[in-house]
């Protein structure tokens, strides 16, 4: 499974961007699908998260309240929509999915899934 990220780019401190996540021509519908980032010097940090029934959401602390995260019909397409950013988000976002996660570890979802590459964030004063 091929994910692929867009949507990055760089924004003023307040602005927003939208991230997608895309799987090859598949289906999300079984997924559970994850948002991760890692800034420079960094380890990865698990971001927002979607689960595969349900639709039920998990948000990291720090984005909670402005970061949401959400399918786009007819499934073939997770959204981040990211507000109020601020300096401390720039990273290399990326989603990652998994068929297996249970949503009590969703937030070790990029552990044994398939991601993608990565869309650069930049949020700067």
């Known amino acids: 499974v091929q994910l692929v990220e867009s949507g990055g780019g760089s924004v003023q401190v307040g602005g927003s961007l939208r991230l997608s996540c895309a799987a090859s021509?598949?289906?999300?519908?079984?997924?559970?699908v994850g948002w991760f980032r890692q800034a420079p010097g960094k380890e990865p940090e698990f971001v927002a998260a979607i689960f595969r029934s349900g639709g039920s959401t998990k948000y990291a602390v720090s984005i909670k309240g402005r970061f949401t995260i959400s399918r786009a019909s007819p499934y073939f397409m997770v959204n981040l929509q990211m507000n109020s950013l601020k300096p401390e988000d720039t990273a290399v976002y990326y989603c990652?999915?998994?068929?297996?996660?249970?949503?009590?570890?969703?937030?070790?979802?990029?552990?044994?899934?398939?991601r993608g590459p990565g869309t650069q964030v930049t949020v700067s004063s």
């Open positions: 990652a999915a998994s068929q297996n996660i249970i949503y009590s570890a969703l937030e070790d979802l990029e552990q044994d899934a398939y």
């Open positions: 021509g598949r289906s999300f519908r079984s997924w559970s």
